[in-house]
Structure formats: C-alpha cells, structure tokens
C-alpha cells in the first residue's frame, strides 16, 4: 500500500508522498485545469479592440480588464470590486467551503496538474517516489533528480514569465527578451525573482502553501457552519470502520474498510475521517479513492462526498440558508452598483474650477469674464483633440492655456476664460455648462457657477 507520510513525530517537517488515483472528479478537475492554463498563458497575448484581455501594470497606473482599460481615477471602482470579491469569498465559503482551493487556485492547479504529474513521470508512483528519497544517490538517483528540477526550473521560468506579462505587458516582456540585458535590467532581474520564488514553491514548499501561508483556511473557522457543504466522511454509514470480512462480525461493523486510501492520496496530508479540518483544500482525491474501493465491495458510492454536518447526522437536504440570502442579497446590490458606473463611466473625464479668490472682470464689447482651471483625463484607447465649449452661443470661451491633443491615458490642464454678455447676467451667481468635445461630438458636460455684476 502506498503510504503518503511517514509516521515519525520527530518535529520535524513529514515530506509527503500522495498517491494518484484518476477518477471520475480527478477527470474533471483535469479539464478545468486545462482550459485554466490555456487561459493562463494566452491571457497577455489575447486582444480586445485593441486592448489587451488583461493587463494590471501598477507601474504605470494602468490596468486593463476584458479590454476595458481602468486608471487611477477609477479606483472608487477597484474599491466597489473588492467589495464583491470579499462579500463572495464568504458567500461561497459559507455554502461550498474551501472548493475553490482544490479546484481554481492556481497554487493547487499548478502542484497538481503540472509539476506533480512531471514528478510522477519521472520517479514514479508515491512508494518509488518515497524509497528513491530514503535511497543512497545513485546515478539513478541523481539522473532523476536533476531531470525533474530542470524541468522544474524551465516550468517556473515559463510560468514567471508569463506571470510578469499580466503586469508588463506583452510587449514590454517581448522587448525583455529580445533585447539586451543591459536595456532592460530591472525586468530581466524580476523574471529571475520569480523564477526562484515559484521553483521553491512548487519543488519545496508545496503543501505548505495551502496549509500554513495561506490565510483563506482560517476563514472556514469562522464561516461554515452545520449547513455548509464540504468533503466530508459520512461518519454515521462509515462507522464502527474495520477490514473486510465475510462472516456476521462484518454485518455489525460500517461501510469504512479502513484501508487508509484517503489519507494516501491526499496532497495536504490529513484523515478526512477525522471531520473538518483547516488543511482540507476538497481536491477530491479522496472522494475518487474511497469510490474506487466502494465500487469493488459492492457498496453505495460516496461513502466520502459533499455533505454538510446536518446532511450526515440529521439526513436533510442541503438547503439555502438565511445568511446565504443575506449576503447574496448585498452581493447583486453591489454588482448592480458596479455595473452601472461601468456603463456609465465617460471616456472623457473634466474637472473644472472656477479660481478662488477671483473676482469677474470687464471685458471689451460689454463681456463679463470669471478665468477657470480645469483637468481633462482621456481614458480612451485613442488619442482626442478637445476643445471647450458653452452650451450658450452667446458665451465665449478664451484660452490661456488650450487643452489641444490629449494622448491616450493621459491629463492636462486648461487654463481659459469664460465671457457671458453683461446684459444676460441678472444674480450675482449664473450656473453655466460647458461642453468637451472631440470631432464635433460632445463628450461630456459640466455645470459650473459663474460670478459677475447684477444689471437690472
């Protein structure tokens, strides 16, 4: 039998050795896998109207998301997103648990599906993985070792590279490669940053990841509860566990034949018929094991499955509960929220101000005139020539210092004054609009107070 840990209390760090088994969730696991690791390194290279399917460059203050590009002034709306993304995390980990690590995170996808199959390929199943470590370095040894962190090496030089494109841009990790080093130090050093730091996750740290750094484990103490569905060992069919026997003492004993295949396969380590655990990432594996032995005694399948606490000791239906509605509930207002300042967000963002401390001036040909400042953001993907206009004929504008060619992604600032006709000014404080506009096509327009003398 394959073991996965070797059981010596020592303080000592126990290396683990997960045994494989393919069934019918592995095979699932393994399509959601794959279609996630072709997104994953196509992700920088993929184009929407130009644009690149998603860009989050923090250098330059540029993020770009399914084509949409973002810029610092929108933060308010990275702020509304993580508010969903929070709300859902413990929306999902209330109803499912921690699914989410064994199924989409990318620590999980990549151990898994990746470098552990290219261990498994290389040294063999968990006992040949295990006795080649106890092993004296023989050539073997060492041709198999150094095979596997070669590979391990290339796959996580890949992995950084593609990972610094997300943040980059593919065009500037094109121009990190192709070109000299010396142009591009501080990219060429960063991708080897990366390098090392996924090549000693993924060779060395490992499990650890999941069990020790990773903070969203904690959550499920405080978020699940009788009602939440997780992998979990049906304890009341499973129990009292015991060898297969074909005599009376068998009728009297559960369904578990305690053969240990759920803690042999499984990458963190733990007995999942010991409850909940915090290291439970519900990969699964243990599901398809358990069914595998279930299948070949004749008995009902998962015996391990998804279930809630109430599910195996009161035989109720999984059911959606009142803090479900609850968050659910503020999770469409906030999407909802979300949703409409996207739609209704302007490429063409305008600040204007009218100078402090100023008062009006007389202008010739009997004009009142207030001097404005005014910051004009072009959050396009395209470069626009602005010009200010009033939605009043009769009002002029004047520029000290002209708005002209905005270039994508960029801001200026426009200095002018705003001339109404003295006879059309009738309080001592007019609200006027002015327009942006771009091609003859107004882009946005703003009401501002405009300060002049009372004519009766």
Same mark, same amino acid.
């Given at each position: 039998? +394959?073991?996965?840990?070797?059981?010596?209390?020592?303080?000592?760090?126990?290396?683990?050795?997960?045994?494989?088994?393919?069934?019918?969730?592995?095979?699932?696991?393994?399509?959601?896998?794959?279609?996630?690791?072709?997104?994953?390194?196509?992700?920088?290279?993929?184009?929407?109207?130009?644009?690149?399917?998603?860009?989050?460059?923090?250098?330059?203050?540029?993020?770009?998301?399914?084509?949409?590009?973002?810029?610092?002034?929108?933060?308010?709306?990275?702020?509304?997103?993580?508010?969903?993304? $929070? $709300?859902?995390?413990?929306?999902?980990?209330?109803?499912?648990?921690?699914?989410?690590?064994?199924?989409?995170?990318?620590?999980?996808?990549?151990?898994?599906?990746?470098?552990?199959?290219?261990?498994?390929?290389?040294?063999?199943?968990?006992?040949?993985?295990?006795?080649?470590?106890?092993?004296?370095?023989?050539?073997?040894?060492?041709?198999?070792?150094?095979?596997?962190?070669?590979?391990?090496?290339?796959?996580?030089?890949?992995?950084?590279?593609?990972?610094?494109?997300?943040?980059?841009?593919?065009?500037?990790?094109?121009?990190?490669?192709?070109?000299?080093?010396?142009?591009?130090?501080?990219?060429?050093?960063?991708?080897?940053?990366?390098?090392?730091?996924?090549?000693?996750?993924?060779?060395?740290?490992?499990?650890?990841?999941?069990?020790?750094?990773?903070?969203?484990?904690?959550?499920?103490?405080?978020?699940?509860?009788?009602?939440?569905?997780?992998?979990?060992?049906?304890?009341?069919?499973?129990?009292?566990?015991?060898?297969?026997?074909? +005599?009376?003492?068998?009728?009297?004993?559960? +369904?578990?034949?305690?053969?240990?295949?759920?803690?042999?396969?499984?990458?963190?380590?733990?007995?999942?018929?010991?409850?909940?655990?915090?290291?439970?990432?519900?990969?699964?594996?243990?599901?398809?094991?358990?069914?595998?032995?279930?299948?070949?005694?004749?008995?009902?399948?998962?015996?391990?499955?998804?279930?809630?606490?109430?599910?195996?000791?009161?035989?109720?239906?999984?059911?959606?509960?009142?803090?479900?509605?609850?968050?659910?509930?503020?999770?469409?207002?906030?999407?909802?929220?979300?949703?409409?300042?996207?739609?209704?967000?302007?490429?063409? +963002?305008?600040?204007?101000?009218?100078?402090?401390?100023?008062?009006?001036?007389?202008?010739?040909?009997?004009?009142?005139?207030?001097?404005?400042?005014?910051?004009?953001?072009?959050?396009?993907?395209?470069?626009?020539?602005?010009?200010?206009?009033?939605?009043?004929?009769?009002?002029?504008?004047?520029?000290?210092?002209?708005?002209?060619?905005?270039?994508?992604?960029?801001?200026?600032?426009?200095?002018?004054?705003?001339?109404?006709?003295?006879?059309?000014?009738?309080?001592?404080?007019?609200?006027?609009?002015?327009?942006?506009?771009?091609?003859?096509?107004?882009?946005?327009?703003?009401?501002?107070?405009?300060?002049?003398?009372?004519?009766?």
């Amino acid at each position: 039998m +394959d073991a996965a840990v070797v059981p010596v209390d020592d303080g000592k760090r126990k290396w683990l050795y997960p045994a494989l088994r393919k069934g019918k969730l592995y095979q699932w696991r393994s399509a959601i896998s794959y279609v996630y690791l072709v997104f994953f390194f196509a992700g920088p290279f993929l184009r929407i109207g130009g644009q690149p399917f998603l860009l989050l460059n923090a250098i330059e203050r540029k993020f770009v998301i399914l084509g949409q590009v973002f810029w610092p002034e929108d933060i308010f709306l990275f702020v509304i997103a993580t508010l969903i993304f $929070v $709300v859902f995390v413990v929306l999902f980990t209330m109803a499912f648990g921690r699914v989410f690590c064994g199924w989409i995170c990318p620590q999980t996808i990549f151990m898994e599906m990746v470098f552990r199959k290219v261990e498994i390929w290389i040294e063999g199943d968990a006992n040949k993985r295990r006795k080649l470590d106890a092993g004296e370095w023989t050539k073997e040894k060492i041709w198999k070792k150094v095979s596997k962190h070669l590979i391990f090496i290339l796959l996580s030089f890949l992995i950084a590279n593609t990972f610094l494109a997300y943040v980059t841009g593919s065009e500037n990790l094109l121009k990190i490669i192709t070109e000299p080093v010396s142009a591009h130090v501080v990219g060429f050093i960063s991708i080897w940053i990366f390098t090392v730091a996924f090549y000693l996750v993924y060779s060395q740290v490992r499990e650890l990841v999941c069990t020790v750094i990773c903070p969203y484990g904690r959550l499920q103490g405080v978020l699940i509860d009788k009602d939440t569905v997780v992998v979990a060992y049906n304890d009341v069919r499973g129990e009292p566990r015991g060898k297969l026997k074909r +005599d009376l003492e068998q009728s009297q004993k559960g +369904d578990c034949v305690d053969c240990d295949l759920c803690v042999v396969v499984c990458p963190t380590g733990i007995d999942i018929r010991n409850g909940t655990q915090l290291e439970c990432i519900n990969c699964t594996a243990c599901i398809d094991a358990c069914n595998h032995v279930m299948e070949k005694i004749n008995k009902p399948l998962n015996l391990i499955g998804y279930y809630s606490e109430n599910m195996i000791v009161n035989n109720q239906k999984a059911s959606f509960t009142w803090k479900m509605g609850g968050y659910s509930t503020i999770m469409v207002l906030l999407i909802g929220i979300l949703s409409y300042f996207i739609f209704s967000r302007s490429d063409i +963002d305008m600040t204007v101000m009218r100078s402090g401390g100023m008062l009006y001036q007389e202008q010739p040909g009997n004009y009142i005139s207030n001097i404005y400042n005014a910051e004009i953001i072009n959050k396009s993907n395209e470069n626009k020539t602005i010009i200010i206009k009033a939605t009043d004929p009769a009002i002029k504008i004047k520029y000290i210092q002209a708005p002209g060619a905005i270039e994508k992604g960029s801001s200026v600032k426009v200095v002018f004054f705003v001339m109404v006709p003295a006879n059309t000014i009738h309080s001592p404080k007019t609200t006027i609009k002015l327009q942006l506009m771009s091609a003859g096509k107004v882009l946005e327009t703003e009401s501002t107070s405009f300060i002049g003398p009372i004519n009766n």
